[in-house]
């Protein structure tokens, strides 16, 4: 008669089973000393993490976390890292929403990158005394941040989002504003003193948007302004002394408007000739940025018997003393609605004065992206 023990098996079977390997815990993400600030940098680069690492070194000044799946971040997240952290990456996650409040353990934190997540809203009332870059290009934002908190902040990235307007005064918490790009949005128009204030601002993107018309006095309070980018929007003519009288522009950027050759456009016509030197054309889809100087590529596109002409090439008849004087003299091809001799220049972007390297890749005039 055999002999059952049915309550026995489970522990023999389980006795027989080789004994468990502790898992090792996730590698931590690499890390070096950052040759240009001469701090510990992080790399936790599209490492598939689903959360902030803890096992982070104490002394982390830059931190990158870009290219994972974080769904959201928290306080709690950041509080092993030291307080003079200063750079940090979290561009290619999947962030729907972000509060600033969320790196308030991070007093240092000059850099804060956000972009190409999806976010749709960016809470920013909490207090980061030493942040000068927020970068939120590609997010879907249908409306500007209030800016609250951010009293350092001199670069503000919003390229390709879901902006439709701005409200005066749009940018009068972050004063020390000396980029802001808002390429790539669906702006139609913008009121009067939408930069109000921004006296220290340097460059101005405004290019790829729907704007069809611009307010005379836009630009009355950027009296550091050197690059202004309208290329690629919906403008027909300018207003009279739109642009300050005596102010001198290192780059602006006219070109892909439907400009409307008829006595509206004289003013931008007389502009254009007295400021050759500083219209230029961006050449788009390079790995490096390339600009020409370009006056002649402003082209009327209405009506019919200017289309493709070079603004400085119209002759309006107006009534206006200048109707009857000379163009200025330069070789030029009709068919081809080019320059015989383009002069093409690659450029160095400029930054403000500083000893320091620039933190993040640098921001050159209209690049599109």
């Known amino acids: ?4 023990f049915p309550a026995l098996l489970p522990l023999i079977l389980a006795a027989l089973q080789p004994a468990a390997v502790p898992t090792e815990p996730p590698p931590p993400c690499p890390w070096e000393m950052n040759k240009v600030k001469d701090i510990v940098e992080v790399n936790c680069t599209g490492q598939d993490l689903g959360a902030v690492p803890v096992s982070l070194p104490e002394d982390t000044g830059i931190l990158l976390l870009n290219a994972n799946r974080l769904l959201s971040v928290s306080t709690a997240a950041f509080q092993t890292l030291p307080e003079d952290t200063g750079i940090l990456l979290l561009n ?3 962030l729907l929403f972000v509060s600033t409040a969320t790196f308030q353990t991070l007093p240092a934190l000059q850099v804060l990158d956000l972009s190409d997540n999806g976010l749709q809203a960016v809470l920013t009332e909490a207090l980061l005394p030493s942040l000068k870059e927020l970068l939120l290009s590609h997010n879907a934002l249908e409306a500007l941040p209030a800016l609250q908190g951010l009293p350092a902040l001199t670069r ?16 009068r918490a972050v004063l020390q504003l000396q980029d802001l790009d808002l390429r790539g949005n669906a702006l139609q128009t913008l009121p009067e003193d939408a930069f109000m204030g921004l006296r220290a601002l340097k460059d101005l993107d405004l290019s790829d948007n729907a704007l069809k018309e611009l307010p005379r006095g836009l630009l009355q309070d950027l009296v550091t302004l050197e690059t202004l980018c309208l290329s690629g ?18 780059y602006v ?11 509206d456009l004289v003013y931008l016509r007389s502009w254009i000739l007295g400021n050759e030197g500083s219209v230029y ?11 020409e100087v370009a006056p002649e590529k402003v082209l009327c596109q209405s009506p019919s018997e200017h289309l493709q002409k070079p603004i400085i090439r119209f002759k309006p008849n ?11 003299e330069y070789e030029y091809n009709d068919e081809e609605s080019t320059p015989t001799h383009p002069l093409v220049a690659s450029l160095s ?21």
Do not use: I
């Open 1 to 4: 008669m055999a002999v059952r």
């Open 92 to 94: 290619a996650n999947r």
């Open 156 to 171: 503000l990235a919003l390229a390709h989002n879901k902006l439709q307007a701005l409200a005066p005064a749009a940018f």
């Open 233 to 250: 929007n919906r403008l027909r003519a300018l207003p009279s002394g739109f642009f300050p009288e005596g102010h001198l522009f290192a």
């Open 253 to 263: 950027f006219l070109t892909e408007n439907p400009w409307h050759c008829d006595c």
């Open 281 to 291: 054309e961006p050449e788009r889809g390079l790995g490096k940025t390339k600009v």
């Open 318 to 328: 107006c009534g206006h003393v200048w109707d009857a004087e000379e163009e200025e």
């Open 349 to 369: 972007p400029v930054y403000p004065p500083s000893s320091e390297e620039p933190t993040t890749a640098p921001h050159t005039p209209c690049e599109s992206l």
